[in-house]
């Protein structure tokens, strides 16, 4: 059955963000196994492990350029895949590479007239700075800016006009560091964001519940861009930005399972694992099994809907 077919593609990727750790991601999430253990989870659904996404070697006059290429490389093969309805999963490497992997997604819906699939962003953070708001300069708080229209050097050209995403349809779930100029942002462009505060207060399901309807009112299908660093860094020290306040490892299995079951999903970005930063792999331990818990309920939605 060709729609639950699941390709595994690696970015390694660290220099969108304030550390390069995060190249080191693919790797250590091999390492541990996540395609057995996802292959082993999901019966009926092929799991294929389609190596690393690399950029060309051409010089690049700044660090937006190039992550701009990855995402160049990246964008090409998610759309590829996507037009043969085969879901991507990729596991970063900072999150700068969002900018390409779900424009490869979108520019492939559109290409068939398909509606453009809504984005569940999970992450401590919001990425909604452009380099001229950025107080850190760092790509990987940009690629949501990237996706939204909003002009970023280098990652604008990737993501094109065909691989921008829906401002009706992005909920970001577990924010808790918005700068002043993503707020702005997030203002003009009447982004639904659903704090980790409001997690913590109104409970994981009603939060979920809120969001899915933004991203996918009526069942539409969906993408979920998932920082790891939305996790407490109490148990998931293994990011490059930590933000205290997160969830806990209860809240996001919880939170993963039940995004699962609204099914549909046709892309997965994992990212931000800094193995460099980790304590006894607990982080990449805990980004697997969110994937599991996403995926198997996914698996379990989409064969009750055959
Ligand atoms: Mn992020």
Redesign the pocket.
């Known amino acids: 059955m060709t729609k639950t077919d699941i390709r595994i593609l690696g970015v390694p990727m660290g220099i969108g963000g304030e550390k390069p750790g995060a190249a080191g991601g693919p790797r250590q999430a091999r390492e541990k196994a996540v395609v057995e253990r996802l292959s082993e989870a999901l019966d009926h659904a092929r799991v294929e492990d389609a190596g690393d996404v690399l950029p060309d070697q051409r010089e690049c006059a700044s660090r937006l350029e190039e992550t701009g290429r990855w995402c160049e490389a990246l964008k090409r093969r998610t759309a590829e895949l996507a037009h043969d309805h085969i879901r991507p999963l990729v596991i970063g490497g900072d999150?700068t590479l969002a900018a390409g992997s779900i424009a490869g997604v979108a520019t492939a819906h559109h290409a068939r007239e398909d509606a453009i699939p809504g984005v569940l962003w999970i992450?401590?953070?919001v990425?909604m700075n452009t380099h001229e708001t950025t107080p850190s300069g760092n790509p990987?708080?940009m690629?949501a800016a990237a996706l939204l229209g909003l002009e970023v050097e280098h990652l604008s050209d990737v993501v094109g006009v065909e691989g921008r995403i829906d401002p009706k349809r992005i909920a970001f779930v577990g924010a808790r560091d918005i700068d002043p100029g993503e707020q702005r942002h997030i203002e003009e462009l009447g982004l639904a964001v659903f704090s980790s505060e409001m997690i913590h207060r109104e409970g994981v399901e009603k939060t979920v519940e809120d969001a899915m309807k933004v991203v996918s009112p009526n069942g539409e299908p969906f993408m979920v861009s998932f920082?790891v660093?939305v996790i407490d860094p109490e148990f998931a020290p293994g990011v490059d930005t930590a933000v205290p306040g997160g969830l806990t490892p209860r809240q996001i299995q919880d939170t993963m399972s039940l995004v699962g079951e609204h099914g549909q999903i046709v892309a997965i970005d994992a990212?931000?694992l800094n193995p460099e930063t980790d304590l006894d792999e607990r982080t990449s331990e805990l980004m697997i099994q969110s994937l599991l818990a996403l995926l198997q309920a996914n698996a379990k939605g989409a064969s009750a809907g055959d």
Request: aromatic fraction near 0%.
């Open positions: 999150h992450d401590a953070h990425d990987h708080g690629s920082d660093d990212v931000e």
